[in-house]
Nanobody, 119 residues
Framework: QVRLVESGGGLVESGGSLRLSCTASGSTFNIYYNGWYRQAPGKERELVASIDTDNNTNYGDSVKGRFTISRDNAKNTVDLQMNALKPEDTAVYYC?????????????WGQGTQVTVAS
């Protein structure tokens, strides 16, 4: 199992920046995909950004050019740098890791961290 703990959320004014961090523990050597997702009240959870073991990245259309995902394999962390934040970025942000154990594929989630952008 992989345990994920997010940190770095908070309240920021529109146009400001925040950096979220996700620290993984457990079977981290089997992780092949990490993603940041978010869920706003009354909305479905959506992909914000993802990164794989080859450092290929993917971003949701609404955050392209403003957010950057990165990973540090030595520290088992995946960060999300968020710049030029907008009120519509307000949501609970979740870290996700997908990993393989033999033929089984697993997906684990963190507990989430609240990001609030004041207008």
């Amino acid at each position: 199992q992989v345990r994920l703990v997010e940190s770095g959320g908070g309240l920021v004014e529109s146009g400001g920046s925040l950096r979220l961090s996700c620290t993984a523990s457990g079977s981290t050597f089997n992780i092949y995909y990490n993603g940041w997702y978010r869920q706003a009240p009354g909305k479905e959870r959506e992909l914000v950004a993802s990164i794989d073991t080859d450092n290929n990245t993917n971003y949701g259309d609404s955050v392209k050019g403003r957010f950057t995902i990165s990973r540090d394999n030595a520290k088992n962390t995946v960060d999300l740098q968020m710049n030029a934040l907008k009120p519509e970025d307000t949501a609970v942000y979740y870290c996700n890791a997908q990993w393989q154990d033999g033929i089984l594929v697993h997906s684990d989630w963190g507990q989430g961290t609240q990001v609030t952008v004041a207008s």
